[in-house]
């Protein structure tokens, strides 16, 4: 895609902060009194707590708790999550190292807003999976469209309940039922991990465009037809343009 003359990608809700803090800046200025306080978050007690920690935190990132440009607190988060401060350190360890915050020795960690980079890769790799997934999901596709079935009808009951968060994840799902058909765990594995950028993206979408949910609904339920009525080349193709249309109503390149 051509990006040299694209009007500027808009941010899926984080607050914008240079993705480079100097070393120099003053405690004041990346306060702990900033971070908010957290609505109650899904962790499973039975979990290693450093996975606790950082699932907690993961899920508020995306489901903007904890907002681009926040300074977390190790003590906070310890309390919230209800564990010692060693694990929320392992976790930290482990977000920094996927671009999720950054660490500021007594300071606290940074959460980083998601660039207009990050959109773009996100896109790319879904469309090069679910692409490459589609033919091989075809194969599977008897057992699948049930499946696909029951998460366009939960589509379209949250969509006509406005809620928004809800039909982002069915959307989501849609498409890991469609990668996990082919059957390459490590495809659905790889895919999984971009779940949470998905979600993210996904809102914002909505946001730009609230026709978004009808028009998403609608391309689904074609691919679900396509499935049933046994045209693969509409299926396979309706899988790829589907997501192209997602990120330029994104990108601001759709008018309708």
């Known amino acids: 895609m051509d990006t040299t003359s694209r009007p500027p990608v808009p941010s899926p809700g984080w607050s914008s902060v240079p993705s480079s803090v100097p070393s120099s ?73 996927e671009g999720l915050v950054r660490l500021y020795p007594k300071k606290g960690a940074l959460v980083l807003p998601m660039s ?11 469309v090069m999976v679910e692409s490459f997934t589609a033919p091989a999901a075809w194969q599977a596709r008897q057992r699948l469209v049930p499946v696909l079935a029951d998460l366009l009808a939960l589509m379209r009951r ?63 339920a074609a691919i679900l037809a396509a499935l049933r009525d046994g045209n693969r080349g509409a299926f396979t193709e309706l899988v790829a343009t589907h997501t192209h249309d997602a990120h330029r109503t994104l990108l601001g390149l759709d008018s309708t």
């Open 25 to 97: 800046v003053p405690s004041s200025a990346l306060s702990p009194a900033t971070l908010p306080s957290p609505a109650p978050l899904p962790v499973r007690a039975a979990a290693p707590a450093a996975d606790r920690v950082y699932r907690f935190l993961k899920h508020a990132f995306f489901e903007q708790v904890y907002p681009g440009g926040t300074l977390l607190n190790e003590g906070d988060v310890a309390t919230a999550v209800g564990v010692s401060r060693t694990p929320v350190r392992e976790a930290l360890l482990r977000l920094e190292a």
């Open 116 to 126: 207009a980079q990050d959109i773009d890769d996100v896109f790319a790799a879904r």
């Open 158 to 220: 949250t969509a006509k309940a406005g809620q928004t968060s809800a039909f982002a994840a069915a959307d989501s799902d849609f498409h890991t039922a469609v990668v996990d058909a082919a059957g390459n765990p490590v495809l659905s594995r790889f895919y999984a991990g971009l779940r949470e950028r998905q979600l993210c993206i996904g809102r914002a979408v909505i946001r730009l465009s609230p026709e978004r949910m009808r028009r998403s609904t609608s391309e689904h």
